[in-house]
């Protein structure tokens, strides 16, 4: 392919970019130092300090385990903290004995962290094949380019996992950790993460790793909290763009914190299981789907987002159902969770234990122990270990409490909801005694195409008083007309991601009783090179060959293109294959509309052949490794004269416009313009708001929010052009806020 040595050296200097970029943006520790995971369909990031406290990464509360990550804010993450608590523990840093020792990282963030409870070791990420490089129009434009920090000398063909993060920690009790973190961007395996931690009692317990206790630890728990909120893009507050640019639906901002939030629990006590699960008497289903592929009973917790007391509807899935730009649309019918993969019974027996863990209890997430915790405190670690670590289970989970009572989630809890708690304990380690524990965390639900049909349904009988004919997730079909009937047609929907999320973790299960080996289902690797090229009267695509030689099962290559935003939904435009003779490395788009900005990713698929799970079904490579975050778009050669200038895109929506890349968010294009000519923008009324003197290439671009000195509201809009000739033109764009 041409420019491919160009293409490398572009790519090494962003990577080196990165790198500079991340480190000059964290301290000189590692308190702060970060990876992302952006391989599948699941996104998050993972701090050196081995948890991710509220934060302490990006500037908003929900930041991180995003899912479905082809949209933009799907988070989910509202904060974890992961704790380490020892009974009867004589602490050379404070030279006396505390009944109850605890160690903290989170939830709530701690700039002493790092120098004096969790300190990090060693961090960093490795990935089995490098990401692509992606160009749009000369430019890198790709996510993966800035997130996808990988090791240098990190790649490993035979690696397992497509991206493995390592990190090993220090901390205050005197046990020190590895986390490995597993990500796979295999279809069937790339919404979920495997955490492996090995605990050792080194004695370790302080930074510099001059101070030691060296003694056996009684009473050790591994405690993990989880506050989700679920999800972004349906729990912002207020009108339909908040001061952040967000697009919302004007649920409360609790939401955000988590407060409607509902946990449950499953597999706590496998002496006697549950037979029948809490949705049973919703959706008529018993409880077999809380065991894996083998029979064995699944230890496990699930958030969703739950009902509000304030909304005057039935938020189940927050329908955004507020605000001019209302349809329905469901912003927060994703399910997350955890499920144990394997907890050690005891030092000298690894074999995995059934009771654990043994404590499930849920804990207000605005508890004074979370915000302020102190591991010289005597009073407030006894309360911590007590309260928090060595709880146990409850008779009823979170959720079964707010469903018994017939209440809302926010009138249950405080301002801060409730967050799910885990620990694996107690246990009694000597010097050099090892505990491993693993465990995944997953998010399934509908897909966007669902969300908008089953919200727009609803909406349509509840907003519009109309009575769409639909069907029931078993396939029953039913007429929406009554408001109960609707709102049971979208829940019912809705709560059916409960077991999408619990196949995602049988297939996490089945993952690591097989070694975290896919083996023949290993799908084939991405074009190691993809780009994008706006031509006259077409948009060309050309790519690596690399994946005809990564799978014996090689078939062929799909194309999948999104209109006005890469946020969007992708349509298969083009399918190039063997069997019919159509394999190429290259396609001329030419059903793109003049004006329009389009976005695209490759997938290179097989012939099935090794799908165990759904047999015939293609292996594909992750549409996140080629995804374009820049547009092209379909010009005519550069004009001669000054007919032929196009605005792009237009409309130009700026609740849409949430790319990430320089140059291109907040801004309209201006294509074919001639090599020289006066640019003015008039508002309808014919106030002037920009000028510039265009001279150069065929494009120029002007961002909203840098080039004018009054805010750009809704509207349409007048652009002159004038040549020094004297030729003119007059073109009209539409601004929507």
């Not at 990190?154 to 950790?177: E, H, P, W």
């Not at 778009?633 to 849409?656: C, Q, T, W």
């Not at 074919?672 to 008039?682: G, S, T, V």
Request: hydrophobic share 35%.
């Amino acid at each position: 392919m041409k420019q491919t040595l160009s293409r490398i050296r572009i790519r090494e200097f962003s990577g080196l970019l990165a790198l500079l970029m991340i480190f000059a943006f964290v301290s000189s520790n590692y308190a702060a130092e970060f990876r992302w995971i952006k391989v599948g369909s699941l996104h998050n990031f993972y701090q050196a300090i081995g948890s991710e406290p509220e934060e302490d990464v990006g500037d908003e509360q929900q930041f991180g385990m995003r899912w479905n990550a082809f949209y933009d804010h799907q988070d989910m993450q509202a904060a974890k903290g992961m704790w380490i608590a020892v009974a009867n523990y004589t602490d050379p840093l404070a030279n006396t004995t505390f009944p109850y020792k605890v160690a903290h990282c989170g939830p709530r963030p701690r700039p002493s962290i790092a120098a004096n409870e969790f300190m990090p070791v060693e961090f960093g990420m490795t990935g089995k094949f490098a990401a692509p490089t992606v160009i749009v129009d000369g430019e890198l434009s790709s996510d993966l380019d800035w997130d996808d920090v990988v090791d240098e000398n990190g790649f490993n063909i035979y690696q397992k996992a497509d991206r493995q993060i390592y990190n090993t920690v220090n901390t205050s009790t005197g046990i020190s950790f590895d986390r490995n973190v597993y990500a796979f961007s295999q279809q069937y395996y790339d919404n979920f993460f495997i955490y492996e931690y090995t605990f050792v009692n080194t004695g370790t317990v302080s930074l510099d790793e001059t101070k030691s206790h060296d003694a056996t630890l009684e009473g050790v728990y591994f405690h993990w909290q989880f506050r989700n909120a679920i999800a972004g893009e349906g729990n912002v507050e207020g009108s339909v763009i908040d001061w952040r640019g967000r697009r919302g639906w004007g649920t409360p901002q609790n939401c955000r914190w988590g407060m409607n939030t509902m946990n449950d629990v499953i597999g706590e006590n496998p002496d006697n299981p549950t037979t029948t699960s809490m949705f049973a008497d919703e959706l008529g289903e018993m409880g077999i789907d809380e065991y894996d592929l083998d029979g064995e009973l699944m230890r496990a917790f699930y958030s969703w987002h739950g009902r509000h007391s304030t909304l005057s509807y039935d938020n189940i899935g927050s329908p955004n159902y507020q605000g001019w730009l209302a349809d329905g649309l469901l912003g927060a019918s994703q399910f997350i969770g955890g499920v144990v993969l394997h907890a050690d019974t005891s030092p000298s027996d690894n074999t995995d234990d059934i009771y654990q863990p043994t404590t499930t209890r849920k804990i207000e997430s605005n508890d004074a122990e979370t915000v302020n915790n102190d591991q010289f405190s005597s009073p407030r670690m006894e309360r911590g270990y007590t309260e928090f670590v060595a709880a146990g289970h409850e008779l009823m989970s979170h959720a079964e409490q707010v469903k018994s009572q017939n209440q809302f989630p926010d009138q249950f809890s405080s301002a801060g909801g409730y967050s799910q708690t885990w620990s694996f304990g107690p246990y009694t380690m000597a010097p050099g005694d090892t505990i491993r524990i693993v465990v995944a965390e997953g998010a399934a639900g509908l897909s966007r195409v669902m969300n908008q049909k089953i919200g727009n349904n609803w909406y349509r009988h509840v907003a519009l008083g109309e009575q769409p004919n639909v069907e029931m997730p078993d396939g029953t079909p039913v007429t929406l007309t009554s408001e109960s009937i609707a709102n049971d047609y979208k829940n019912d929907w809705v709560y059916s991601g409960r077991d999408s999320l619990m196949e995602t973790f049988r297939r996490a299960r089945f993952l690591y009783k097989n070694g975290l080996d896919m083996g023949a289902m290993t799908p084939p690797e991405p074009p190691a090179a993809f780009e994008v090229t706006s031509q006259g009267n077409r948009i060309y695509l050309t790519w690596s060959e690399n994946a005809e030689n990564s799978s014996p099962n090689f078939e062929g290559y799909k194309i999948y293109r999104a209109k006005g935003q890469y946020d969007s939904t992708y349509y298969e435009i083009a399918d190039l294959n063997e069997t019919d003779g159509s394999l190429a490395h290259e396609y001329s788009d030419m059903t793109a509309e003049r004006g329009q900005l389009y976005f695209y990713y490759i997938q290179a698929y097989d012939d099935g052949s090794t799908n165990l799970l759904e047999p015939g079904i293609p292996l594909r490579s992750s549409a996140f490794f080629t995804r374009t975050n820049k547009g092209a778009s379909m010009l005519k050669p550069p004009a001669e004269g000054i007919n032929d200038i196009v605005i792009v895109p237009n409309p130009y929506i700026i609740a849409n416009e949430r790319l990430q890349y320089v140059g291109e968010k907040n801004s309209i294009k201006f294509w074919n313009l001639p090599a020289a000519c006066q640019i003015n923008i008039f508002s309808e009324r014919g106030d002037k708001i920009y000028t510039y003197d265009h001279v150069g290439s065929g494009v120029a671009t002007w961002n909203l929010m840098t080039s004018s000195r009054q805010i750009i509201v809704s509207g349409v809009y007048i652009a002159t052009f004038e040549t020094p000739e004297g030729d003119k033109a007059i073109k009209k764009f539409v601004v929507i806020r």
